[in-house]
């Protein structure tokens, strides 16, 4: 492993504890699910992160085990985040019920899908469909600076799931360092985009 990828994912789980950590206390105060949400869908990126340097092993526990993580960073967390800040943006305040039926079909499209074989075409749908549900949300946001950094984490997370990840649209260009460290600043800039936005 090198230099590059270990501060990549040590950037990607520092990042994303601080974004878990700044929406449980928002949904905590306002009793606010969409905002535990994001919590949860962090805590998974962390999670996938500290399996990508912890679980190094090549045997088939260790592998099965870094792979259950990075798929459910990729198809849970990246749709469910994307999901919660449309929630934000039009004030659905969806109930746990509901978000839980909602990651039940998450994880029922990916399984159906990597069967089907069309995998890679899931992920880069699904990656892609996610920043652009973040996007329009965020464009909907007030004020302005949560709309520039969440306009930022949306391309922030489109370019590291289209372009650096396995699933790139452009493979000779994938690139887990660049993947994890892009993802990481796109973390960072939605903690931003979420520190401005006031809930009613």
Same mark, same amino acid.
């Given at each position: 492993?090198? !230099?590059?990828?270990?501060? #990549? ?24 699910? *969409?905002? %535990? $949400? ?10 996938? #992160?500290?399996?990508? /340097?912890?679980?190094? #092993?090549?045997?088939?526990?260790? @592998? ?22 449309? &929630?934000?943006?039009?004030?659905? &305040? ?10 039940? !079909? ?5 399984? /159906?899908?990597? =069967?089907?074989?069309?995998? @890679? ?6 990656? #892609?469909?996610? *920043?652009?549900?973040?996007? +329009?949300?965020?464009? =909907?946001?007030?004020?302005? +600076? ?10 922030? +997370?489109? @370019?590291?799931?289209? @372009? ?9 260009? *994938? &690139? ?5 460290? %892009?993802?990481? $600043? *796109? ?14």
């Amino acid at each position: 492993m090198t !230099v590059a990828i270990i501060a #990549g994912n040590a950037l990607l789980i520092a990042s994303a504890l601080f974004l878990a950590g700044r929406s449980y206390r928002v949904g905590e105060k306002y009793d606010h699910t *969409a905002s %535990v $949400v994001i919590s949860l869908s962090a805590a998974f990126i962390a999670c996938s #992160g500290a399996g990508s /340097l912890l679980l190094q #092993g090549t045997d088939q526990d260790s @592998v099965t085990f870094r792979r259950l993580l990075d798929n459910l960073a990729y198809f849970a967390a990246i749709p469910l985040i994307a999901s919660a800040m449309f &929630d934000y943006a039009w004030k659905k &305040d969806w109930s746990r019920a509901a978000w839980g039926r909602w990651l039940l !079909v998450l994880f029922a499209l990916f399984e /159906l899908c990597r =069967r089907s074989e069309v995998g @890679v075409t899931y992920s880069q749908a699904c990656a #892609g469909l996610s *920043a652009l549900a973040l996007l +329009i949300s965020c464009l =909907r946001m007030q004020p302005l +600076i949560t709309k520039a950094a969440g306009t930022a984490s949306a391309i922030a +997370i489109a @370019v590291s799931t289209l @372009v650096y990840s396995q699933a790139s649209l452009m493979p000779h260009l *994938a &690139d887990p360092a660049l993947y994890h460290s %892009v993802f990481a $600043v *796109a973390l960072i800039l939605l903690s931003i985009a979420l520190g401005k936005e006031k809930l009613p």
